[in-house]
């Protein structure tokens, strides 16, 4: 399978506790992008990367939320310190230009207890 | 302010028959409209994109239409069948800005045999 791929599909953890997802893109594709996505909403933008940097960062992003994408392969986006309202899908995307179709992965579903 | 509408925000439909959903959007400057399916717990795929010069995509059973005057789109779906329960989201792309793609927040579509 060549598509967006994302680890781990479901994470439960405690408040309080740090959690890290990863995203693997399309091979070929150097932009990506991380959104949350909680219940009966749209995907909300988190972050963008182009090959390994980040070009951009939304408000949503936490002090306690970092993402990187080390040699512009694969991307990590982590959580410190979670929070109950930290609870949604987060979805990674890629496309192999600014206007080109976004590929979704499966997301990852994260529930802080 | 860019935004993206999208009505009605549930549907429940008869299998069989057909049904329109509707996305309004304020984005400027326009660049593209996309429609996605999402089933539940999965990530978003794309059934159409649609330029400024297009007014009618089709995709199988999917017929997306686009009025770039009114900036209203519209996504048809013909003969319905019980795979086709998944939320709609409707994404339009400004041609400026890393972070250019505006999403709705989905019509939930239910169909019923």
């Known amino acids: 399978d060549t598509g967006v791929s994302q680890d781990p599909r479901h994470k439960i953890t405690k408040r309080g506790q740090n959690v890290t997802f990863r995203c693997d893109p399309i091979?070929?594709?150097?932009?990506l992008y991380w959104y949350r996505q909680t219940l009966g909403q749209g995907p909300e933008f988190l972050t963008y990367f182009q090959n390994e940097a980040q070009l951009e960062k939304s408000r949503l992003l936490s002090d306690r939320f970092s993402a990187e994408r080390p040699k512009g392969s694969f991307s990590t986006l982590e959580i410190q310190r979670t929070e109950q309202g930290d609870s949604a899908m987060y979805l990674c995307?890629?496309?192999?230009?600014?206007?080109?179709?976004?590929?979704f992965g499966e997301g990852s579903r994260l529930t802080v207890l | 302010k860019n935004q993206v509408e999208q009505s009605p925000q549930s549907l429940i439909i008869l299998e069989g028959k057909n049904c329109t959903l509707q996305c309004n959007y304020t984005v400027s400057p326009f660049s593209n409209l996309r429609w996605y399916k999402q089933d539940t717990g999965r990530g978003p795929v794309s059934l159409t994109i649609m330029t400024f010069s297009e007014n009618t995509k089709s995709n199988g059973r999917y017929t997306a239409t686009l009025d770039a005057d009114t900036k209203q789109s519209s996504l048809h779906i013909t003969a319905s069948q019980l795979s086709d329960s998944a939320s709609y989201i409707c994404v339009v792309s400004a041609e400026t800005g890393a972070n250019n793609l505006f999403f709705g927040t989905g019509t939930r579509l239910t169909v019923i045999p």
């Open positions: 995307a890629s496309s192999s230009y600014v206007m080109g179709e976004l590929f």
């Open positions: 091979s070929e594709h150097n932009r």
